[in-house]
T-cell receptor, first 112, second 113 residues
Framework: KQEVTQIPAALSVPEGENLVLNCSFTDSAIYNLQWFRQDPGKGLTSLLLIQSSQREQTSGRLNASLDKSSGRSTLYIAASQPGDSATYLCAETSNTGNQFYFGTGTSLTVIP | EAEVAQSPRYKITEKSQAVAFWCDPISGHATLYWYRQILGQGPELLVQFQDESVVDDSQLPKDRFSAERLKGVDSTLKIQPAELGDSAMYLC???????????FGSGTRLTVV
C-alpha cells in the first residue's frame, strides 16, 4: 500500500512570510502528485497537479515541485495571507489506477 | 463550472440506525468514487465505480456498508447499522475513465451519537 506522509502536521506563520509544506511518498510508480486545499468542514479544492514527467507547477503565489527519485514533493506559498489558512493535503496516484492516496495534511494558520 | 453534488451536507444519526448519502457526478463522468475522511486524517477510498460496475471495493466494510450506482449516473452509499466509529466526512468524486477532470464534491459530514 502506498504511503504518503506530510510534515509538519501543523504550522503557524505571521502574514507575509514565505513557507514550504512537505510531502513524501513511497510509490516508485507514481503517476501524478496533486496538492489540495481543505477548509474546515468542507470538501477538497485542487490547487496544483504535477504529472510524473514534470518537475514543478506554478499558480499565482503557489509553486509545487516533484522529485520522484527522492519520493518528495513540496508546496511553496509566497507572501502568505490570512486567507491561506486551511489544511493542505497532498495525494498521489499510481500508474495502475485512479485512486488517490492522501497524506494526513498540514494545518496552516496565517496570523494577521 | 460543473460540480459534483452531494446530499445531505450534514447528517446526525443514532448508533444502530441506517443512513444513506447521495452523489450526483459531473455529467459524462463514467468513474465515480466514494472516500471516507476521519477527522485529522486524509481521505481513503471506499469504493470506485466504472459506469454501474464496482471496480474496487476492497476498503469497503461490507458487513455494514453498501454502495450502488444502478443506472451508471448518480450513486448512493448506505450504512446499516451505523456505529460511533463511522463518524466522518464522506466525499464523492468523479472523473473520466482516464482520471481526467477528477473533481470532489463538498462532502457529507456524518455524526453518529
Amino acid at each position: 500500500k502506498q504511503e504518503v506522509t506530510q510534515i509538519p502536521a501543523a504550522l503557524s506563520v505571521p502574514e507575509g512570510e514565505n513557507l514550504v509544506l512537505n510531502c513524501s511518498f513511497t510509490d516508485s510508480a507514481i503517476y501524478n502528485l496533486q496538492w489540495f486545499r481543505q477548509d474546515p468542514g468542507k470538501g477538497l479544492t485542487s490547487l496544483l497537479l504535477i504529472q510524473s514527467s514534470q518537475r514543478e507547477q506554478t499558480s499565482g503565489r503557489l509553486n509545487a515541485s516533484l522529485d520522484k527519485s527522492s519520493g518528495r514533493s513540496t508546496l511553496y506559498i509566497a507572501a502568505s495571507q490570512p486567507g491561506d489558512s486551511a489544511t493542505y493535503l497532498c495525494a498521489e496516484t499510481s500508474n495502475t489506477g485512479n485512486q488517490f492516496y492522501f497524506g494526513t495534511g498540514t494545518s496552516l494558520t496565517v496570523i494577521p | 463550472e460543473a460540480e459534483v453534488a452531494q446530499s445531505p451536507r450534514y447528517k446526525i444519526t443514532e448508533k444502530s440506525q441506517a443512513v444513506a448519502f447521495w452523489c450526483d457526478p459531473i455529467s459524462g463522468h463514467a468513474t465515480l468514487y466514494w472516500y471516507r475522511q476521519i477527522l485529522g486524517q486524509g481521505p481513503e477510498l471506499l469504493v470506485q465505480f466504472q459506469d454501474e460496475s464496482v471496480v474496487d471495493d476492497s476498503q469497503l466494510p461490507k458487513d455494514r456498508f453498501s454502495a450502488e450506482r444502478l443506472k451508471g449516473v448518480d450513486s448512493t452509499l448506505k450504512i446499516q447499522p451505523a456505529e460511533l466509529g463511522d463518524s466522518a466526512m464522506y466525499l464523492c468524486a468523479s472523473s473520466e475513465p482516464t482520471g481526467r477532470g477528477y473533481t470532489f464534491g463538498s462532502g457529507t459530514r456524518l455524526t453518529v451519537v
